[in-house]
């Protein structure tokens, strides 16, 4: 995958996210008291799983674009073998629900693993780099800006490249989801938070298809990516 297809597929993901949300308010914002509450509550949880969905695909796209490139694990940051190894840290660090076969014990099982770890990284170091996108960036089943950070962080992006607004935007989002999922949001939204927080949102996609299409550009995966910087993210969402 070129950049040209990675920017067209985030462009794509990003256009229909939008299209749906905008064509929900526009059909459901149009009621009286009540209804327009209950309206703003479905926005708000469709809102939260579009948000989920394109962060997922657009890191995973991210994660399709390295594969291609077929480097050498010498060439990448060491962040990138950590997320290739991501399956096999978590595998380790799940040691009292190792899987016992006939004639192990607990300590078989778990000298069996440490080799099949020991095995993958010889593996990383004597072929191309192939990253599982569904395990280095899993959203944990509940998007928030830890889950972002940390699924930047495994990529090697630095988290200073998303605008802290972004990591507000999620974190308000993914509240209210839970708190209407859970029956403990009584209070009304009032119609100008909720307008200025849907900005935000479309804000949030734009700006992440930005960062990802310029790590994939400038090849921040690499120990020694091409130059330049983005601009400063801080007042992306200040307009």
Same mark, same amino acid.
């Given at each position: 995958m070129n950049v040209a297809e990675l920017r067209a597929q985030l462009e794509e993901d990003m256009s229909w996210r939008l299209d749906e949300v905008r064509h929900l308010v526009n059909l459901l914002l149009h009621g009286p008291?009540?209804?327009?509450?209950? /309206? @703003?509550?479905?926005?708000?949880?469709?809102?939260?799983?579009?948000?989920?969905?394109?962060?997922?695909?657009a890191l /995973? @796209?991210?994660?399709?674009?390295i594969n291609a490139k077929q480097l050498p694990i010498c060439e990448l940051k060491p962040e990138l073998m950590a997320a290739a190894l991501a399956a096999e840290f978590d595998s380790l660090r799940k040691t009292n629900s190792l899987p016992v076969s006939e004639g192990d014990g607990r300590l078989t099982a778990r000298a069996r693993q440490q080799v099949a770890f020991v095995q993958k990284v010889q593996q990383l170091n004597v072929g191309p780099i192939s990253i599982a996108a569904e395990?280095?960036?899993s959203m944990e089943m509940n998007l928030?800006?830890?889950?972002?950070?940390r699924s930047l962080v495994a990529l090697g992006i630095s988290i200073d490249k998303v605008a802290q607004d972004q990591y507000s935007t999620i974190e308000f989002v993914k509240r209210v989801r839970n708190d209407i999922a859970h029956g403990s949001r009584t209070e009304r939204i009032s119609e100008g938070l909720f307008r200025a927080h849907l900005k935000k949102f479309e804000q949030f996609m734009n700006d992440l298809s930005r960062v990802i299409t310029q790590a994939a550009t400038e090849e921040w995966y690499?120990?020694?990516?091409?130059?330049?910087q983005l601009p400063t993210p801080s007042s992306a969402l200040d307009s």
């Open positions: 008291g009540e209804t327009e509450v209950y /309206s @703003l509550r479905a926005i708000l949880v469709m809102q939260y799983a579009h948000l989920e969905g394109f962060t997922r695909n /995973s @796209l991210y994660v399709s674009a395990v280095a960036v928030g800006s830890d889950v972002l950070k690499r120990l020694h990516p091409q130059g330049g």
